[in-house]
């Protein structure tokens, strides 16, 4: 089992419990959900994109290019903010805060193992990975949690 960082010490959500240890978290970042990765612009407001990603050995990697604007950004500034939630009722999520690293080596290998989460066949998921290599360069954006607050509605909780 990966590591997983504190919440907030001292700072809980006051409308919703946590998840409540990494068995759990892990647990939800192990479901096929769509990530919104945040960085700072230039100007000082905020990218956010969304995209896919693997959580494994307590840090996430996302797939993308070289030319992407959140790797122009990361070159900036490594801070980021990564947001992993569900669509439908009922609300769990996991807000990330931590500093991005690119990853230049084996690229095909860990972006393939990304989508296979996402497609039914690993053979299309290789195949989407092979076409985006041959088409952009492409890079991991490795990602450390320094922070993780979770909200997980599916838990008991009270108004107060």
């Known amino acids: 089992m990966s590591t997983v960082p504190r919440q907030h010490k001292g700072e809980k959500h006051p409308q919703a419990p946590p998840f409540e240890n990494a068995m759990e978290i892990q647990a939800f970042l192990d479901r096929p959900l769509l990530a919104r990765f945040c960085s700072m612009n230039e100007d ?15 840090e996430f990697l996302f797939g993308t290019q070289v030319r992407a604007h959140k790797i ?13 939630d569900t669509k439908e009722p009922v609300l769990q999520s996991v807000l990330v805060y931590g ?13 393939v193992r990304i989508l296979e989460r996402y497609y039914d066949d690993p053979a299309q998921a ?4 092979e076409r985006l290599s041959k088409a952009w360069e492409t890079v991991i954006i490795r990602v450390r949690p320094e922070k993780m607050v979770t909200v997980d509605y599916s838990k008991p909780f009270s108004i107060e």
Request: net charge negative; aromatic share 12%; hydrophobic share 40%.
């Open 44 to 58: 000082g407001s905020i990218h956010a994109t969304p995209i896919y990603f693997l959580y494994q050995g307590g």
């Open 72 to 84: 122009q950004n990361i070159q900036r500034d490594q801070h980021v903010t990564v947001l992993i």
């Open 126 to 129: 290789r195949a989407f990975a």
């Open 99 to 111: 500093e991005a690293e690119l990853d230049f080596e084996d690229v095909l290998e860990k972006r």
